[in-house]
């Protein structure tokens, strides 16, 4: 069984920017906090090993390229969950090949923001099929622009884009191995998919479950705190303790560890709404330190507790 990794929040820090062996000073966290975090995480990922944690089944989980990329080889291919950041791409091609032989037959985006689907134009160009929400298509159809840190995303070039879509659930078989791929209302965006591989016992989450930091919800683009905890709670429903749980950022989990990232949201969420229906502004709110409880499990990545505030405060 895959247990969380509980490590220190300067680790958290490194991992989130893809640097998982550099011991980031304490210091630098306040200052990583301050930063346009997609600059930040851009800029790491220019440089940052990718790392291969094998797993069991033919799975592998890749990190080091924004968010996590999850690889499953078959007989006749490989099946992918999410593709990185552009320019890791020399990087993650070599951890690709790392992981065993065969071409990417199918390439699965959890959601459409750039950390996950950056990667989509060059696995296009191997042949693989690209799988997604109807509404990450749409998204990365347009240039997207997110206000939280000002920066614009260009569309995805047309052969990048998803060509199979899931409106609510679609099932593949994938060498005689089931992949049921499912989607629930909003959750940290409105493009938010599962993967679930029931013979393996393996489910690939993305953003709905950010192991160990605080996550990023996406209210622009449909995502809500409530609509967060419904997701992880279907995942909850779906998993037993000995699944193995990939988060869309952060180490490999397990149901307990999910239920603890349950908490916090939930916690957070109740003290955030029990204030701000008494009248509070959200910077009153922030300055009640609603997160306060939750700070050194969570609050060690580039998401920083004020942050975190905001977004819950906005979807309630």
């Keep these: 069984m895959h247990q969380n990794f509980d490590v220190g929040r300067t680790t958290l820090v490194a991992a989130m920017l893809g640097l998982a062996a550099l011991a ?10 301050k930063l346009n975090a997609i600059k930040a995480i851009n800029a790491a990922a220019a440089t940052a090993e990718v790392t291969v944690t094998p797993l069991r089944d033919g ?18 291919g490989k099946l992918m969950i999410d ?23 199918y ?3 959890t959601h459409h923001h750039w950390d996950h689907t950056d990667g989509n134009s060059w696995v296009a160009k191997t042949g693989a099929t690209i799988i997604a929400h109807r ?4 998204h990365d159809s347009v240039d997207v622009h997110v206000d939280d840190w000002d920066v ?7 052969d990048a884009r998803p060509s199979v879509l899931v409106d609510r659930e679609k099932t593949l078989d994938f060498d005689g191995n089931k992949v049921v791929i499912e989607h629930f209302a909003g959750g940290h965006t409105d493009s938010d998919l599962w993967v679930w591989f029931p013979r393996q016992d393996v489910i690939a989450v993305g953003d709905v479950f950010w192991n160990g930091m605080y996550p990023f919800i996406d209210t622009q683009y449909g995502g809500d705190i409530d609509d967060n905890i419904l997701w992880v709670d279907k995942v909850l429903a779906k998993v037993g303790p000995n699944t193995i749980i990939i988060p869309g950022h952060g180490a490999v989990a397990d149901r307990a560890a999910l239920a603890e990232y349950r908490s916090m949201l939930v916690g957070v969420r109740d003290k955030v709404a029990a204030l701000k229906k008494e009248g509070k502004s959200v910077e009153q709110i922030i300055a009640a330190r609603p997160t306060a409880p939750f700070d050194a499990r ?17 979807g309630l």
């Design 298 to 314: 969570y609050g060690g990545a580039v998401i920083a507790p004020d942050t975190f505030t905001r977004f819950v405060y906005r």
């Design 24 to 33: 980031v000073h304490s210091s630098l966290l306040a200052e990583v906090q």
């Design 59 to 76: 799975f592998s989980v890749l990190m080091g390229s924004g968010g996590n990329i999850i690889v499953f080889n078959g007989k006749s």
């Design 152 to 158: 614009t995303f260009k569309a995805l070039p047309p």
């Design 83 to 105: 593709s990185g950041i552009a320019v890791s791409q020399p990087r993650v091609e070599a951890a690709l090949a790392r992981t065993g032989p065969g071409k990417i037959k």
């Design 107 to 109: 390439l699965i985006n």
């Design 135 to 138: 509404n990450t298509l749409k």
